[in-house]
């Protein structure tokens, strides 16, 4: 098989999804849908071949007889295969522009995907930005795009206060309430996840969005193809996606019975993949009360406590850390009185968070929270852009240290 010439596309299966499923026209075949790829992996984990890249180098009656699938499907998939060159020059194009492509059958493919949407979950993404896509604990943030001042500022707040604990914020990346909590989780030095249902290349090109795909702060993330333009198909389709690579959701604003938002929402509420949480004020829109009525959990002010406590916490991701199935960011690193003094002298001179994460050990949630907890305290100070840290001369350490462990 000729390799794809993307670094993110490594083994002889993630190439052959990629061929496959890949939402990108080259060549005559139509690449699968996610229902096509499914039943074509159920057939394959059914036969003697077991793995995609076994396909690769088939006739078109090879696969017929191999999978028992009718002639015009084999004709379809050994032809998908055969564009290997014609796919990876238009890769290597995407790449030039700063977008990346990984299949379920890699590594860095993000595992609540799988174990939450089993074959439903999209055969290939495409991104930009950070690779790791949720590091640690998300909270999806969702809300119409013609949100109030109010609701707005319930979401800037959020974004905030999700930042400040070290997690992820995960949205649409449309405009409103999706974007203002996005944002202002990434100005507060934390991190965002945006499952886009527009024009990933487009996108991309906006300048606010550049500068935080820049400094490691956001990743975009998107099924569909990256050029594809915003359709409402798209927007629904993507809901799910939202609240499969989150730990809770919350709800700003949401018009009662329907809208993407509604969708998505009863979506989960039925599935169950997450707890629901949705914005209860005065000055919340109607359908939030209704989202209320249907089982949502209600969130009268814009802080996490609720969303990871105990009542009802939040369901686990998988990890590939020594606690299996603790997010990252819960696993215990070590006291925080013991690591103060090193991080103290480590942070004379300006440090970045990776430097930081690899000098302490600590996973990327954690340092992200002990490093924006300080900064709101006054102990660090975080400079430039990518961020770097250092310690502020002549400030006490702050009573926030003394938990006992961080994350």
């Known amino acids: 098989m000729e390799r794809l010439g993307v670094s993110s596309v490594a083994t002889h299966d993630s190439q052959a999804i990629a061929l496959l499923c890949a939402p990108i026209a080259v060549g005559d075949a139509k690449p699968l849908t996610s229902s096509e790829w499914a039943k074509l992996a159920s057939a394959i984990h059914a036969s003697a071949l077991e793995r995609p890249g076994a396909l690769v180098g088939l006739t078109a009656s090879e696969v017929g007889d191999r999978l028992g699938v009718d002639r015009d499907v084999a004709s379809r998939v050994a032809s ?8 990876a020059f238009e890769l290597e194009r995407l790449e030039g522009r700063g977008i990346w492509i990984v299949a379920r059958a890699d590594d860095a493919y993000p595992d609540p995907l799988k174990r939450r949407l089993g074959l439903r979950a999209p055969a290939v993404l495409f991104g930009a930005g950070r690779r790791e896509v949720v590091p640690g604990r998300g909270v999806a943030v969702v809300g119409s795009r013609d949100a109030s001042a109010e609701a707005l500022e319930f979401a800037e707040e959020l974004g905030r206060s999700i930042a400040r604990e070290g997690a992820t914020v995960v949205s649409g990346a449309a405009r409103g309430v999706d974007r203002t909590a996005m944002a202002s989780a ?18 991309t090109q906006q300048p606010d969005i550049r500068a935080a795909l820049a400094d490691e702060l956001l990743t975009l993330v998107t099924p569909y193809a990256p050029e594809a333009r915003f359709s409402v198909g798209n927007a629904m389709g993507r809901n799910h996606l939202i609240y499969c690579l989150s730990d809770a959701a919350v709800v700003v604003a949401t018009a009662a019975g329907s809208g993407g938002t509604w969708a998505g929402a009863i979506e989960n509420l039925k599935a169950g993949w997450v707890p629901l949480w949705v914005w209860d004020s005065a000055a919340a829109p109607e359908g939030n009360r209704e989202l209320l009525a249907h089982g949502g959990r209600p969130l009268d002010a814009p802080t996490v406590e609720a969303l990871f406590s105990g009542q009802g916490g939040v369901h686990t991701v998988a990890s590939d850390s020594p606690a299996a199935g603790v997010p990252k960011s819960a696993v215990p690193a070590a006291p925080v009185a013991a690591l103060l003094p090193a991080l103290e002298r480590f942070l004379a001179t300006p440090r970045t968070e990776m430097e930081v994460r690899k000098e302490l050990g600590l996973a990327q949630g954690q340092a992200r929270a002990l490093l924006t907890r300080g900064v709101d305290s006054g102990w660090f100070v975080r400079e430039g852009k990518p961020y770097r840290y250092v310690a502020a001369e002549g400030v006490a350490q702050p009573a926030l240290f003394d938990a006992a462990q961080v994350g």
Do not use: F, K, Q
């Open 80 to 87: 998908l295969l055969d564009r290997g060159g014609t796919l």
């Open 186 to 203: 990434t100005d507060a030095g934390g991190s965002a996840v945006g499952v886009v249902a527009d024009s990933l290349v487009r996108l």
